[in-house]
Nanobody
């Protein structure tokens, strides 16, 4: 069992930065692939970024490449999403997710555990 708690969301002006954190409980974190997804009002949940168990492999949605960075600290059971050069279209609820496999996954259906989400609002 893995429990996930996101933090770090908030209101920021366009061009600004935020760092989201996702604290995980459970012994399987260090062997779990992790991902960030987001859902804007009226839209479906979409993939943002993912990382494998070691942090050696990552993947990003085209819309965030070059602006967002996913990382993890297995000693702290935490995964991060550094978001730079934020745009109003990045406004959404951001969710952290974990799957019981070590690889990078972009399909939300392949994830086993989800956090409650944290709101990110980017003003123009």
């Amino acid at each position: 069992q893995v429990q996930l708690v996101e933090s770090g969301g908030g209101l920021v002006q366009a061009g600004g930065s935020l760092r989201l954190s996702c604290a995980a409980s459970g012994r399987t974190f260090s062997r779990s692939g992790m991902g960030w997804f987001r859902q804007a009002p009226g839209k479906e949940r979409e993939f943002v970024a993912a990382i494998n168990w070691s942090g050696g492999s990552t993947d990003y949605a085209d819309s965030v490449k070059g602006r967002f960075t996913i990382s993890r600290d297995n000693a702290k059971n935490t995964v991060y999403l550094q978001m730079n050069s934020l745009k109003p279209e990045d406004t959404a609820v951001y969710y952290c997710a974990a799957h019981l496999g070590s690889i990078v996954r972009v399909d939300s259906k392949r994830y086993d555990y989800w956090g409650q989400g944290t709101q990110v609002t980017v003003s123009s």
